[in-house]
């Protein structure tokens, strides 16, 4: 046997044994989620180690109580709402200050887009307990539209360094043939920019849809009265409440995660090419 | 075509530290095709820009038809640009990218088809009209940049190294549609490149520069024949003009220029200038090979550049070197020793780096 087979021979049985285990660790709470979410409360306390899913007693009940018995709705509702919201803010302001800091000099455009990122040596958790006391004195705790604030302020960072550094990509030729052909700054930024950031853009919706989807400690603190809940705390709450039931708490969880599955699967055919092909001299 | 006469007033630029304008003035008339050359770094693009209104001077003014334009944004200066890298916008069709200007400025779709299947019929780019900039050659693209700007129909345009992407052979097929164009046309062209061939071939204008400064504007034949100073006369010419440091001497009423190593009579030429330093120009074209000139010189054949169509010599002229221009039927050998005569009215004289 020659080394070479030797080595080839290891590394393929080392990338199955790999592949396996991560598929396993990923995916197994999650298809263990899935199934439990279709069991009844009688099937998960009879069989609780059964791994496999009897098509014939598929139960959705469990689903229709955490919709309609246990305010999920409601729940789905306010997170739609804070989610995009987010998205659409943070992307939009991400878009000209990312521009700002790349394409225009102004003074302190330097520290300014350097310091952006400083938020992020604060964890979460230290900041959460003084804007817990500041927001209480204010009169402003429980309120869904503080919580689209955190959460800009959580994502915002993250959103313009990313679509800084994809506008640093774009060559200012292009823009300056769209300011020489007609367009203000804005409207280059409109046509020419924004057309072209498309997998960028889509990426920082993404990210910031999933954070605000679902962040869970600042809904936690913030946030008291039931009808006001997103998502991830809605979850949590029922996983606390009394008469726990396993399979109510799986649909729960699957509520949450579906979204993100689709909108993954939706913007990942966009993520993958970029539209700048062809401007330049190539 | 509405076109414009451009003039520029001391037009400074500083850049941190680096000056890249130091007040530069330049008038450009009506329909003429001026050609701004120099070397990379030389404030020629600089320049552009600020006529484009991409970049503001720190001093000076920038007139359209005698009407100052400084104030204006670029959208409202009406003038197009052509980028050397393109820079059309790749999320557009042809047709799109060429009417992309007309639509900024409100044009009626109507007249915007007119002007855009017309432009790409001048071009040759009608079949292209669909595609979008990626399923482009360099060519292709080119054309299409030339076509942006054209359909705007602007006062003036604005062409910043449009060729320097072209690979050689289809460069010179460019440059030659590019002059036939602007005879068409006729509006007022500013060009900036760094290939004299193409300055000189396509130029009513030449503008040559150097480190921000002008160092002569012209008409090609003038910046060729006559150029006004040593940086001038080296930048424009392949092979380069030969250059020797030396003294003018007046005796007997004769001049004749003492090089390093030679003595070279120039007797006849009319010089306001006694005995002192100068620097003397020959290009290689403008020296004899044989008997029979004015002048006769000595020199060493070293080694021979054949480039086809003619042959370079390149010599020993008394401790200096020398380039010859000979016909491709030359038949020299190294060590030859060739004479050499040179008429005095085709000599360059520079006095402290001046033309004289």
Redesign the interface.
């Known amino acids: 046997m020659s080394r070479e087979y030797f080595e080839q021979t290891i590394i393929r049985i080392l990338r199955v044994v790999g592949l396996i285990f991560f598929i396993t660790i990923v995916a197994f709470p999650f298809y263990w989620m899935i199934v439990s979410s279709f069991k009844s409360l009688e099937e998960i306390l009879l069989r609780p180690a059964n791994l496999g899913l009897d098509i014939r007693k598929i139960d959705f009940h469990a689903y229709y109580s955490v919709l309609f018995e246990h305010g999920f709705l409601q729940y789905i509702s306010n997170s739609v709402y804070v989610s995009i919201l987010t998205v659409v803010l943070s992307v939009t302001l991400a878009t000209v200050g990312g521009y700002a800091v790349t394409r225009l000099r102004f003074r302190g455009r330097e520290i300014m887009s350097y310091s952006i990122l400083l938020i992020y040596m604060f964890p979460a958790i230290v900041l959460v307990i003084p804007l817990y006391v500041m927001f209480s004195r204010m009169g402003l705790r429980d309120s869904i539209n503080l919580l689209i604030l955190v959460y800009l302020a959580q994502t915002l960072p993250v959103a313009l360094y990313m679509l800084k550094s994809y506008f640093q990509t774009l060559?200012p030729?292009?823009e300056?043939?769209?300011?020489?052909?007609?367009?203000?700054r804005l409207?280059v930024i409109w046509r020419?920019v924004i057309?072209?950031s498309a997998p960028a853009l889509a990426s920082v919706a993404l990210y910031t849809f999933m954070i605000a989807w679902n962040e869970f400690l600042f809904a936690f603190m913030f946030l008291d009265t039931p009808e006001k809940f997103t998502l991830s705390r809605g979850v949590v709450q029922l996983a606390q409440s009394v008469h726990l039931s396993k399979q109510l708490v799986m649909a729960a969880s699957v509520t949450v995660t579906i979204p993100i599955l689709v909108l993954f699967l939706f913007f990942e055919r966009r993520l993958v090419k970029g539209?700048?092909?062809?401007?330049?001299?190539? | 075509m509405n076109m414009a006469s451009l003039t520029l007033k001391a037009i400074s630029k500083r850049f941190g530290k680096i000056v890249a304008l130091y007040g530069v003035d330049l008038h450009v008339e009506d329909g003429q095709f001026c050609v701004l050359l120099g070397p990379s770094g030389c404030g020629k693009s600089t320049l552009l820009?600020i006529i484009?209104?991409?970049i503001l001077q720190d001093e000076g003014s920038v007139l359209l038809d005698g009407q100052s334009v400084d104030r204006l944004?670029?959208?409202d200066?009406d003038?197009?640009?052509v980028?050397?890298?393109?820079?059309?916008?790749?999320?557009m069709k042809v047709a799109q990218n060429l009417g992309?200007?007309l639509r900024?400025?409100g044009v009626p779709k109507q007249t915007i088809r007119e002007r855009v299947l017309e432009a790409a019929r001048l071009l040759g780019i009608e079949d292209l009209l669909d595609r979008?900039?990626?399923?482009?050659s360099?060519g292709q693209?080119q054309r299409v940049a030339m076509g942006?700007a054209m359909v705007?129909r602007p006062r003036v345009f604005l062409l910043d190294e449009p060729l320097s992407?072209l690979d050689a052979r289809l460069r010179a097929g460019v440059r030659l549609e590019l002059k036939q164009l602007h005879r068409q046309i006729k509006s007022t062209i500013i060009y900036v490149t760094h290939d004299q061939v193409e300055a000189m071939t396509l130029g009513d204008q030449v503008v040559v520069m150097r480190h921000g400064k002008i160092h002569q504007i012209g008409r090609p034949e003038t910046i060729y024949e006559r150029p006004a100073d040593i940086f001038v006369a080296t930048f424009i010419g392949s092979p380069e003009m030969n250059l020797y440091r030396g003294r003018l001497l007046r005796k007997d009423d004769r001049l004749h220029f003492q090089g390093p190593g030679f003595s070279l009579d120039l007797r006849g030429l009319q010089i306001n200038l006694e005995e002192s330093e100068v620097e003397v120009g020959i290009r290689p074209e403008d020296i004899g090979i044989g008997q029979g000139g004015t002048t006769i010189l000595q020199a060493k054949v070293e080694m021979i550049s054949n480039v086809g169509s003619e042959k370079y010599i390149h010599a020993h002229l008394g401790q200096g070197t020398l380039t010859v221009r000979a016909p491709k039927e030359a038949a020299f050998q190294p060590g030859q020793i060739i004479p050499l005569t040179i008429d005095p009215h085709r000599v360059h004289i520079f006095h402290e780096g001046r033309r004289i």
Request: net charge positive; hydrophobic share 40%.
């Open positions: 060559p030729e292009m300056h043939a769209g300011l020489i052909d007609g367009c203000s409207g020419i057309p072209l539209l700048t092909a062809g401007a330049m001299k190539g | 820009n484009a209104g991409l944004a670029p959208r200066r003038v197009a640009m980028f050397q890298s393109y820079a059309l916008y790749p999320h992309f200007g900024m400025r979008k900039p990626g399923e482009l360099g693209r942006r705007r992407n």
